[in-house]
């Protein structure tokens, strides 16, 4: 799955001072191009690249036929300047998307957080849920991740965003043992919170984790356990701030 889609990633450019950022659309003429087509029509011609600078595990072209290599080698004969960037590691771990989504999956948001140099955040729409939260206490905002999202489940501390405010929250991602063992749908309860979310589009950004999802034996276990993560999440979230 993506791990920052395109509107995110423009926005993160954006806030870095990038100037210009142009967005290809992968269809079939753009993939049908040889890597020297790639280079001549795309970078020299269309976008009279200075300078291009690229990943170490960069392929690019018809059938991922141009290398860093192939791109160093043009560079040298149509006279613009490459930067090939080496891989980036730490305590023996190279820092990859593969790498990050391993962390996500296993519900490691604080080692997704140490690769990609910031918070783990899902955009998402509020949709109408079976109310359970809202019989517990815990009113909580359902949003569908993504398809192929690969998130630990449990709960998490994490900071909702909506219409430029930010909140502190609890969210939980599971199949609901206790219930129904249904499909898996992220829901976030907002601390000290009071209105309608529904119909309303909301950034979830996930600052750590905080336990497993389980099954519990009866609703009351439930809401002690309950009150004892959003405590959590209070705390964890005051020592992030």
């Not at 100037?19 to 269809?27: E, I, N, T, Y």
Request: hydrophobic share 45%.
């Amino acid at each position: 799955f993506h791990l920052t889609p395109l509107p995110q990633k423009l926005d993160l450019f954006e806030h870095a001072g990038l100037d210009l950022a142009v967005v290809l659309p992968f269809d079939v003429k753009l993939a049908s191009l040889s890597a020297d087509d790639f280079v001549s029509r795309i970078i020299v011609g269309a976008l009279a690249a200075r300078h291009v600078i690229i990943g170490h595990d960069f392929f690019f072209g018809r059938n991922r036929g141009g290398t860093p290599e192939t791109m160093q080698a043009a560079a040298q004969k149509l006279g613009f300047g490459i930067t090939i960037i080496p891989p980036v590691a730490e305590d023996g771990e190279v820092f990859s998307s593969s790498a990050i989504r391993l962390h996500l999956a296993q519900g490691d948001v604080k080692g997704a957080t140490r690769l990609l140099g910031r918070t783990w955040r899902v955009e998402g729409t509020v949709v109408g849920g079976a109310k359970r939260g809202t019989g517990l206490g815990f009113p909580t905002a359902n949003i569908p991740l993504p398809r192929g999202t690969t998130l630990g489940h449990g709960i998490y501390a994490v900071r909702v965003h909506l219409d430029g405010a930010r909140h502190d929250g609890a969210a939980y991602l599971g199949t609901r043992p206790t219930y129904d063992d249904g499909m898996p749908v992220l829901e976030v309860f907002l601390l000290d919170f009071d209105g309608d979310l529904y119909g309303r589009t909301i950034e979830v950004e996930f600052v750590d984790f905080i336990r497993a999802d389980r099954k519990f034996d009866s609703s009351q276990a439930l809401i002690a356990q309950m009150e004892r993560d959003c405590a959590r999440a209070r705390d964890i979230l005051a020592a992030e701030e």
